[in-house]
């Protein structure tokens, strides 16, 4: 049962986040709903959020690649051997590409689930804002966990691909 409201909040969610569930906002039944055209500003902010999403996710990935690399060859490895040494052994076998080595299939996964995220975190603390909730942090907080939710349903058969 507790499954059931999971996917009932991560569909409401889903909705609210892509603006077809309206938050907080009486309808009026008596006149037709103007649509936002594409020039209107709610439309070129999700341009901007999904872009600043992207480059984001792509350079945080691309900056903590090396360090990725150097971890996850610690974690493989039965020789219990100091960072340095497996940082030389990465160098000898690639170069300073070696660093970066399986970076762009990393890159091409977080793409899309950093732009949901910074998309739907401004939507939802907007929308939570407009509902009265006036603690920043509350806002903060339950928006950014209703994105996280809503980045992974959304890119979760992009993480069962990459693993």
């Not at 999904?50 to 690399?69: Q, R």
Request: net charge positive.
């Amino acid at each position: 049962m507790r499954h059931l409201a999971l996917v009932g909040a991560l569909l409401c969610a889903a909705q609210v986040c892509a603006g077809r569930l309206a938050v907080a906002r009486p309808m009026r039944l008596d006149k037709q709903q103007p649509q936002p055209s594409a020039n209107h500003p709610k439309r070129r902010n999700a341009a901007r959020y999904l872009l600043a999403g992207a480059i984001a996710g792509a350079v945080s990935n691309t900056v903590v690649a090396p360090i990725d690399i150097l971890r996850l060859n610690l974690i493989v490895s039965n020789d219990k051997a100091q960072p340095l040494k497996f940082a030389r052994l990465i160098y000898q076998r690639g170069g300073i590409a070696g660093f970066w080595h399986g970076n762009t299939a990393d890159v091409i996964r977080t793409i899309p689930a950093s732009a949901i995220r910074f998309y739907c975190f401004a939507m939802y603390k907007t929308g939570l804002q407009e509902m009265g909730l006036a603690i920043p942090a509350a806002v903060s907080l339950i928006a950014g966990g209703f994105a996280g939710m809503s980045a992974m349903a959304a890119c979760f058969p992009l993480e069962t691909v990459s693993r």
